[in-house]
């Protein structure tokens, strides 16, 4: 396929999905991005692409990129959310039997919610992996006692950062994209992620819990104070 330098542009931005955000704060360098995109314009349109002409592609570009980034407003529901910090948490992965699974079900029947225990269990066709307090794991390895080897890894001080979000955020896209960016900013890793109806949990090392919980808590109060001022205007 023969590209135009709008094309290719055109194409390049539409996979460069984290600019979205800045691109509608208008705090994109144009200049400075037209020359890191010049080598991958230039690979599609099989010839050499001048500055000039890349950022005047870019700036066509722009409106088309911004709408794909649109959908209901993710900050005004982002501002109805609620956000949790649990520590003191373990993350054990195993082989999956039949056997095993039957085990995890009877160790589930022992957990008192009411008293703020939790375990989280996730599997598949040949893994479990298994969320829950560190003071379990003598439990859960006492399971696999006469099968050592089906232990795969356990992952110790780990923290469950959990958002309480409206329903309507399942049929919104970029809210989980908005979340993760978080953690990326601050260098941090998400050891594990995963949802319920009305609820996100994202699990990462202890120690780096609370820079990411003041972020995201910044956050959703700033996203408060949006909805209020575009409610007064």
Same mark, same amino acid.
């Given at each position: 396929m023969n590209y135009s330098v709008s094309d290719a542009v055109s194409e390049? !931005?539409?996979?460069?999905?984290?600019?979205?955000?800045?691109?509608?704060? *208008?705090?994109v360098n144009y200049s400075a991005l037209a020359r890191v995109i010049k080598p991958l314009v230039e690979q599609k @349109? *099989?010839?050499?692409? /001048?500055?000039?002409? %890349?950022i005047m592609a870019i700036r066509r570009n722009i409106e088309l990129l911004v709408k794909q980034g649109e959908s209901?407003? =993710?900050?005004?529901l982002? /501002?109805?959310?609620?956000? &949790?910090?649990?520590t003191g948490m373990v993350c054990v992965h195993f082989k999956r039997s039949n056997e095993l699974y039957q085990k995890v079900v009877e160790f589930?029947? @022992?957990?008192?919610?009411? &008293? *703020?225990?939790?375990?989280? =269990?996730?599997? +598949? @066709?040949?893994?479990?992996? %298994?969320? @829950?307090?560190?003071?379990f794991i003598p439990k859960l390895l006492e399971m696999i006692k006469n099968d050592p080897s089906q232990l795969l890894a356990k992952q110790e001080s780990m923290a469950m950062l959990t958002? +309480?979000?409206p329903p309507s955020v399942l049929d919104t896209h970029g809210f989980l994209h908005l979340l993760? &960016?978080?953690?990326?900013?601050? *260098?941090i890793n998400i050891n594990?992620?995963?949802?319920?109806?009305?609820? !996100?949990?994202? =699990?990462?090392?202890?120690?780096?819990?609370?820079?990411?919980?003041? +972020?995201?808590?910044?956050?959703? +109060?700033?996203?408060?104070?949006? =909805?209020?001022?575009?409610a007064v205007e």
């Amino acid at each position: 396929m023969n590209y135009s330098v709008s094309d290719a542009v055109s194409e390049v !931005l539409s996979e460069m999905y984290f600019l979205q955000q800045p691109f509608k704060l *208008g705090i994109v360098n144009y200049s400075a991005l037209a020359r890191v995109i010049k080598p991958l314009v230039e690979q599609k @349109t *099989g010839e050499e692409a /001048g500055l000039d002409a %890349i950022i005047m592609a870019i700036r066509r570009n722009i409106e088309l990129l911004v709408k794909q980034g649109e959908s209901k407003d =993710v900050y005004s529901l982002l /501002g109805e959310c609620t956000l &949790s910090l649990r520590t003191g948490m373990v993350c054990v992965h195993f082989k999956r039997s039949n056997e095993l699974y039957q085990k995890v079900v009877e160790f589930e029947h @022992t957990i008192n919610w009411l &008293s *703020g225990e939790r375990i989280y =269990v996730n599997q +598949r @066709t040949d893994e479990i992996s %298994i969320m @829950t307090l560190s003071r379990f794991i003598p439990k859960l390895l006492e399971m696999i006692k006469n099968d050592p080897s089906q232990l795969l890894a356990k992952q110790e001080s780990m923290a469950m950062l959990t958002i +309480r979000f409206p329903p309507s955020v399942l049929d919104t896209h970029g809210f989980l994209h908005l979340l993760t &960016s978080q953690f990326e900013a601050l *260098g941090i890793n998400i050891n594990a992620v995963f949802s319920s109806y009305s609820r !996100l949990s994202f =699990v990462c090392n202890e120690a780096d819990a609370p820079a990411v919980y003041d +972020r995201i808590a910044k956050l959703i +109060r700033d996203s408060k104070k949006m =909805v209020e001022m575009k409610a007064v205007e």
